[in-house]
């Protein structure tokens, strides 16, 4: 019954033997050991260790096509043109937010296996050991402290030369990285040298602002270094092309149904009170199904999924689920609030260089060079995401304006408040060069809520931007701080007029420019949040089981409890790990 769809599957992928499935006929049956909600980022971590013994069945629910064959994805270069097409995309906006001045702003996450890990900008960064050793703190549990986490984020990672082999000593320090895991980690593969240069010799001309550091995932980020991306061989690495490679999806005990849009939990039993759910139910096409878990279900549904899914499913707070007309399974009022998340602006300088890339994404003729040189050999321009050559990490001066509204919510002295992406290029006709800058330790927390009885509709994202004072006041540094790097000698001659120019403003005017400008970093977590076991507050114990549940779990972005000072995809791959560890730990496998 089955060697039909294999069959056919095997000739469209071109992967051999899979079992990736398009259509729900095709699967053997709706009864598995394990159902995974979500073939995302953290999703096909767990689909992939769970699935390593073989007397366990596994079964992966993704709403998503198949990345496979998705160009936009696999090409570093298109990252833009990945994670703008609706295609791929669950189309979100947030609400409207005062410290925006009301402006709603594009809430992008990923519809597609591989999740946001398919059409992320890549960068690679695991944040401070502090943002670790305060999760640690935060859950009562040291298994989530860095010393005990950095194992888990060598086992994913296989560090790798990049595209274009260059002599990357002095770039990266090896011994911080990992070299046997799914998922490849390289430097940039095509070299801006001018731009790359300046910056580096401004680690120089001004130390004490921009001291250099060697390699940023060393859990000490402070400083300038050379980025590091999840990339291979010039193409994107991703959960799905790494956690799902064929030599996995091969496993006989492992099944990833695509298309299959989860709505909430079903089946609800009571052991000693605590309720279980017996299935999964998900909508195929027009029609429901329902997926059993005769062990565990799992929800890597992500920040927005996960949340949603357990409020459809009557898990929440009693108020907000009594409003639109479902029964609370299980009060719990953390679900979905915590949102963590940093706001983003980039600054724009014209430089007089044409090495830049955007004499590159500007030119027909360039761009389809650099793409047939991508086709042909996985070298030139295309290799990298064309995002940054450098990040840099940055504290705020100690009397800074922003201390005077809230105390300093950064995990520690090592950790950074602020983070700069060097950029060769901008965002408007002409060259230019720009620097992106996140607060990266944002005091303010959103939500994610459900609006409506219909598990489909879509939640109210909010992630609270500038809600506290202190986040708008660390951004209003950064902008100085960006300016005073392009005022390294380095750079005159080089860098034109500021565009926008946002230096020499009024107070009043610089104000409205930033909050019309911030969007999103992308970096949501919090919204299942991990507590320590016995709290009054929180969604998931440490051990990641949702608490006064049975046999549910959340691993995913969501259960991290405060955004680290890093982009997300690391930490929600180290938690993964971890987290897939404690649920084999959990059923002796
Ligand atoms: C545009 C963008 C750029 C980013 N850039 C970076 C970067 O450069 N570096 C970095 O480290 N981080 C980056 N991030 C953040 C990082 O990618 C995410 O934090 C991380 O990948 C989240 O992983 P996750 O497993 O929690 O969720 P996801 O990877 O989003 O996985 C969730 C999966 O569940 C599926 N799903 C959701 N709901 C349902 C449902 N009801 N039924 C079935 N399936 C469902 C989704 O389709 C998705 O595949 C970026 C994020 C975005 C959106
Ligand atoms: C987002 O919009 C596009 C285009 O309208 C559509 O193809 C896609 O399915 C939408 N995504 C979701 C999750 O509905
Ligand atoms: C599980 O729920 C579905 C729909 O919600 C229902 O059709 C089915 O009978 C239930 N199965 C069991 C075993 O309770
Ligand atoms: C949010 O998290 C903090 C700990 O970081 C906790 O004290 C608080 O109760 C949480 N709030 C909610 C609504 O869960
Ligand atoms: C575009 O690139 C081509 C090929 O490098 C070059 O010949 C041409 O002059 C460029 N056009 C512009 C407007 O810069
Ligand atoms: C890549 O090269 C192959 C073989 O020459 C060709 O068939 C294909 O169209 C090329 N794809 C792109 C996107 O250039
Ligand atoms: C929330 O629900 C209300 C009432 O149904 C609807 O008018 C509104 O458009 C919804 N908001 C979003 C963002 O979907
Ligand atoms: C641009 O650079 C060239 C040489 O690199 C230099 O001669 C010229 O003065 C620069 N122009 C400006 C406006 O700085
Ligand atoms: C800001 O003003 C000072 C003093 O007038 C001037 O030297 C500087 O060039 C201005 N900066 C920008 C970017 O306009
Ligand atoms: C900010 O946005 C408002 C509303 O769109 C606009 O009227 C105003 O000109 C903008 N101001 C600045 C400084 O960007």
Known sequence: MLLPTFVILSVLSGVGLCKLYEDVADLPGLHYDFVIVGGGTAGNVVANRLSENPHVSVLVLEAGPSNDGVLDSEVPFLLTEMFTNPTYSWNYTTTPMPGLNGRSVSYSRAFILGGCSAHNGMVYTRGAAEDFDRYAELSADAGWSWNQLFPYFLKNEKWTAPADHHDTRGQFNPHVHGTNGPIFVSLNGFSLPTFEQKVIETTKELPHDFPFNLDPNSGKPLGVSWAQSTIGGGERSTSATGYLAPKFIQRPNLHVLLHAQVSKLVNVTRKKGRPGFGGVEFRYGESLFVAHAAKEIVLSG???????????????????????????????????????????????????????????????????????????????????????????????????????????????????????????????????????IAVVSPVSRGSVVINSSDPFAPPLIDPGY???????????????????????????????????????????????????????NLHMVGTAGMSPCGARYGVVDPDLQVKGAVGLSVIDASVVPIVPAAHTQAVTYAFAERGADLLKQRWGL
């Open 466 to 520: 500038f809600s506290n004072e202190w986040d708008f006041l660390a951004m209003r540094d950064g902008i100085s701080l960006a300016e005073r790097f392009t005022s390294a000698p380095t750079w005159s001659g080089y860098v034109g007029a500021m565009t926008p120019n946002l230096a020499n403003l009024s107070s009043a005017d610089l104000e409205t420019a930033i909050r019309n400008a911030t969007v999103s």
């Open 302 to 436: 992500g920040a927005i999924g996960s949340p949603q899914i357990l409020m459809n499913s009557g898990i929440g707070a009693h108020a907000i689920l009594s409003a639109l007309g479902i029964t609370t399974v299980l009060d719990l009022p953390s679900v979905g609030q915590n949102a963590s998340d940093q706001p983003f602006m980039t600054t724009q300088w014209a430089v007089n260089s044409t090495e830049t890339f955007d004499s590159i994404r500007q030119n027909a003729t360039r761009f389809a060079e650099g793409m047939a040189q991508w086709n042909a050999s996985r070298t030139g321009p295309f290799v990298d995401s064309g995002i940054m050559t450098h990040l840099g990490w940055f504290r705020l001066a100690r009397d800074s304006p922003a201390f005077s509204v809230h105390p300093d919510p950064s995990s520690g002295p090592d950790a950074p408040h602020l983070e700069f992406s060097f950029i060769p290029g901008g965002a408007t006709p002409g060259n230019s060069m720009s620097i992106g």
